[in-house]
């Protein structure tokens, strides 16, 4: 009898458990900016217009709605690459620096195509982070720091030669000659001294 009412006493919160988990992954999104980007990825691969928009923010499908009716196509084709060339790669790109500042995160995913390095915006909603294109655009999300990207740029500038400014002419023991002020006239041979007759 108590092994009984103890099962029908944790069926219910089982049952509970296992609905807000499968929500979760029905929902999109990822537990990690990094974790998000694969399912994205892979989403994309699959050419599944549902689970693409479900990777995406709220804000980021609004801008999607609004890019499909400026540009006059379909919306499918707006999600088709998941807002980002690195889902061209033919496996998953490599993927490093992940930040996250409160709900604001990103990544950097290697864009085979621009060789470059993408610094991608996630954003954490409903418990899952989200790609947050729309969110950038609409200034909902923040930077949660510098890319390595960035910094391995400012780290390339600092070790080059910095311009020197110009400078004036000067004297040889370092003074500034004269300039002439207004309309007055210099003597005509400044080297000549005056000389006492005999």
């Not at 600092?158 to 311009?163: G, L, M, Y």
Request: charged fraction near 20%; include cysteine; glycine fraction near 8%.
């Amino acid at each position: 009898m108590r092994t009984h009412l103890l099962v029908f006493s944790t069926l219910p919160f089982l049952v509970f458990s296992l609905a807000c988990s499968t929500s979760g992954d029905t929902a999109g999104g990822g537990s990690s900016p990094s974790e998000a980007y694969r399912e994205l990825y892979a989403a994309v691969k699959s050419k599944d217009t549902e689970r693409i928009r479900s990777h995406m923010s709220e804000r980021t499908v609004s801008f999607a709605g609004a890019l499909s009716e400026k540009q006059k196509q379909p919306i499918e084709k707006v999600f088709e690459n998941g807002f980002t060339a690195t889902t061209y790669a033919e496996t998953l790109p490599e993927i490093r620096d992940e930040r996250i500042d409160g709900n604001n995160g990103a990544i950097e995913v290697w864009n085979a195509k621009g060789n470059l390095w993408e610094d991608l915006p996630f954003i954490l909603e409903n418990g899952r982070w989200k790609l947050a294109v729309g969110d950038v655009f609409a200034r909902n999300w923040e930077s949660p720091g510098r890319s390595a990207a960035q910094k391995e740029a400012d780290a390339i500038n600092a070790t080059r030669p910095q311009p020197t400014p110009m400078m004036p002419m000067m004297n040889s023991n370092g003074a500034m000659p004269p300039f002439p002020v207004g309309n007055v006239n210099a003597p005509t041979n400044v080297n000549t001294a005056a000389v006492p007759k005999p």
